[in-house]
């Protein structure tokens, strides 16, 4: 099987869904500054024919939030009135140097079917409105349109079409966003992860009518269902060539007691 | 396909080949501080009921070197008599925000068949000698015992069981590595990409006798051959249960200029 | 001695001339992200009682450029063609660790007589036109109708009035500062240092007529003259009370090989 | 005044208390990784001659913890049974920002009369003996010697010989330190500072036979008394040259809601 799997993976094609990383990119403001890399070490610094003969190296050092740029969040990340999913208590297992349970390096490699729900597609538009919210019923118009179904143990990612203004900041913090009915739609279906092509997932101005909440899938996909979101993906492409249905590949790093990581998810179609 | 190859990807034993990213991991000199996080923000802090609902976050900063941990070195990270791969003079594309070409953000991610050659396994030990180097004969050696053939496009991974020691920075330092015959047979087989259970896949000791440099691999495969290097890999698991054929799935970041990134590599089969 | 000096600082007026340091204070757009600090290690953290009684530690982590904030420039920070001051060419003492020489560590810390010539308030406004000039003539102007005399030695500041925009980066950005005839007037009194209460002594928008140089003072007071330059200094108190003569206390930090340092000047009347 | 205490600061032999700040200098292990610089911009890669004239810049970047190096600590940074210093309850004002009240930038400059009171040359030996505790009667016997008297208001340095370590971590992490009657004697005289050329000024293996606690002098001097307590001094040149009154100058920056901060004290005779 390794060798039909590795034959399979050297021939598909792969859109790869992770924003670049670069200083300015846009970032949420509570993450500011970010993103920082400072090249430091250069070749000649190295270069020392006489003692290393022809070799050298260059390298730098990064200073970055672990929410910058295209991410996904630890289950330690988001808590409901203080407990953390398990409900456990938030305070029991913060320490400086992270929690010490339901870090980021407890996310398995996501390895799973994918499905694109091209929001904007779908309505025709080349971005959904401005902060604007999408439904349970944009979902299912957008599936059906589609002829697609979500299923459990799915990735679901949806688009916006904001991943197009990332090197515009500002337009690009009032993207539109998936709403309450939106998120419970996509947790029924028992999917193990969401994402999509803005800053959060969620309808940035929306809160949950019964509790208050902003960001309502943050507060409940995390702590209490325990499906992961995923942040800043960049759909133009797979929304591009119609590409709805794929394997989803996204790897999070282990860093140690961290609230969420970096990573570069690959649809293969 | 992607129905075929999601089916595969789920229904595949995965192996990790990423260490823990912790502070205080090994890391080699050039390299220190290598690795920091700090979790600043905690739940109680923004946790405001009546102003955001039960929702709180917590969040922290990482500060890095791309080259602490498990990672793959980009291109642009070693050169030959300050000449980079394709002949690009090192001087001409670097700039304090990093390099403007052959950055870790041209690295595809690599989906491949992969092929663990064990040579401690081979030799019934649970590490090499340390700092000793392994040869071409040694490739050969353990390629025959495994019945592996090593072939063009494919990742090699080298256990020299080093990875064991991951906790203990001294020891993993002193690993054993890939000499100077050892590089050349790899890049004579036409893989895309070397990789082993230490800090930088050469033997540490070696000089190339043609030209003195020190991390022959280093000035070979990536200015000349166009190889990536993967360091600090886990091969403890894959070495146990001899996995030698697999599904590789290895994906950096792409940090826009940086000479390397961290990654969390697979091994599926 | 001493204990006459000691008499005379503890009984001195202390104006402190250090702009507060935060996350979000103005920053060259150069110098980004210029400033951020994270408490990660709290009280209760570390509170065991029972094993070190009842003491507790909090800290945190500081990540900023050498020019953020209220600071002084080192020789090596500014070149002339490349060449630094005493003619010493960049490239043969920059290392990725620092300046080899002229670093900030080798400033002394300036204990001086201080002179301020406040241009806003000769001018009766309280800031003067964004983006403007301040010439010889102006300096001179103001030094005559403050009755002050630059004399050799000493330590010039020259206030625009933009200090008290701290807390908006925009307004700040676009202050007013000196230009090159202010500046050659500066130096031909033989100051050691010039400061000012903007990013960066020298007028904004203005290039010296000969070379086509941006910020004059920076290409010559630095690599020619050995002046030191400080910027983002708090003029407004001295402003105010019209504290024109005065002990002037700056004491850099020693970065070694670093090109400048934050700072905490004092003027002591 | 200001004229005399201008000339009194200029012609004063100043002695430096700040030691070098370096990659690799002495940290405590709690406050690792320390300090980092890197050089990134560098000459070469501002200069265009033909747009900006013949000027260039250099700059780096610092990642350091406030209680790196030579370093004063503010009030917030220690507290007793979680009360800092006025009985405020420490979770009250701790913010991922730091903290709301006692930051460092509510520390005065430091101008006063300087006492040195040098144990190690006292004893005759160039430091004492490792991890020992410096008593009330040494600094009794010790000022007696000297001929000193400590007073109300006066900054207070004990000099155990250590400082001259700098650059062996391994040896200055075992520095003899001041007990807990040593840092009785020093608050009774009413000092609004200590400081010595150690990591902690107190003994670093003595504990408080009454509560158990570590570092007496944290749990007392801040929280208790409010009295600053200084770091990493050195003490090498004044203890040298038996200047034991002088006037001192120590003036943190205003890191806002920081627990300390490096400054660079002097000694001026």
């Given at each position: 099987?390794?060798?039909?799997?590795?034959?399979?993976?050297?021939?598909?094609?792969?859109?790869?869904?992770?924003?670049?990383?670069?200083?300015?990119?846009?970032?949420?403001?509570?993450?500011?500054?970010?993103?920082?890399?400072?090249?430091?070490?250069?070749?000649?610094?190295?270069?020392?024919?006489?003692?290393?003969?022809?070799?050298?190296?260059?390298?730098?050092?990064?200073?970055?939030?672990?929410?910058?740029?295209?991410?996904?969040?630890?289950?330690?990340?988001?808590?409901?009135?203080?407990?953390?999913?398990?409900?456990?208590?938030?305070?029991?297992?913060?320490?400086?140097?992270?929690?010490?349970?339901?870090?980021?390096?407890?996310?398995?490699?996501?390895?799973?079917?994918?499905?694109?729900?091209?929001?904007?597609?779908?309505?025709?538009?080349?971005?959904?409105?401005?902060?604007?919210?999408?439904?349970?019923?944009?979902?299912?118009?957008?599936?059906?349109?589609?002829?697609?179904?979500?299923?459990?143990?799915?990735?679901?990612?949806?688009?916006?079409?904001?991943?197009?203004?990332?090197?515009?900041?500002?337009?690009?913090?009032?993207?539109?966003?998936?709403?309450?009915?939106?998120?419970?739609?996509?947790?029924?279906?028992?999917?193990?992860?969401?994402?999509?092509?803005?800053?959060?997932?969620?309808?940035?101005?929306?809160?949950?009518?019964?509790?208050?909440?902003?960001?309502?899938?943050?507060?409940?996909?995390?702590?209490?269902?325990?499906?992961?979101?995923?942040?800043?993906?960049?759909?133009?492409?797979?929304?591009?060539?119609?590409?709805?249905?794929?394997?989803?590949i996204g790897i999070p790093l282990k860093f140690t007691g961290a609230t969420g990581s970096p990573f570069?998810?690959?649809?293969?179609?």
């Amino acid at each position: 099987m390794p060798a039909a799997l590795a034959d399979l993976l050297r021939s598909a094609r792969v859109h790869d869904l992770e924003q670049p990383r670069f200083v300015g990119m846009p970032i949420f403001p509570t993450h500011r500054p970010g993103y920082f890399y400072a090249l430091y070490r250069r070749h000649r610094d190295t270069w020392q024919p006489e003692r290393h003969g022809p070799r050298s190296g260059a390298s730098g050092v990064l200073t970055m939030m672990e929410h910058a740029g295209t991410h996904i969040d630890a289950l330690c990340h988001q808590a409901c009135n203080l407990k953390l999913h398990g409900e456990v208590p938030a305070d029991q297992i913060e320490t400086p140097a992270g929690f010490t349970r339901l870090g980021v390096e407890h996310v398995p490699p996501l390895l799973a079917r994918g499905v694109l729900l091209d929001v904007a597609g779908w309505k025709g538009v080349p971005r959904l409105p401005p902060c604007s919210s999408i439904s349970a019923d944009d979902l299912d118009g957008c599936a059906a349109w589609a002829g697609m179904e979500v299923r459990a143990g799915d990735v679901l990612l949806v688009r916006t079409g904001y991943g197009a203004l990332w090197h515009d900041e500002a337009a690009y913090l009032d993207a539109a966003g998936v709403g309450k009915s939106g998120t419970l739609w996509a947790a029924e279906r028992g999917v193990v992860a969401v994402g999509a092509d803005n800053m959060s997932w969620d309808a940035p101005d929306e809160r949950d009518p019964e509790t208050g909440a902003t960001l309502f899938a943050h507060v409940y996909l995390l702590p209490k269902k325990g499906i992961y979101i995923m942040e800043n993906l960049n759909l133009e492409e797979v929304g591009r060539v119609r590409c709805y249905d794929f394997a989803f590949i996204g790897i999070p790093l282990k860093f140690t007691g961290a609230t969420g990581s970096p990573f570069r998810p690959l649809a293969l179609a």
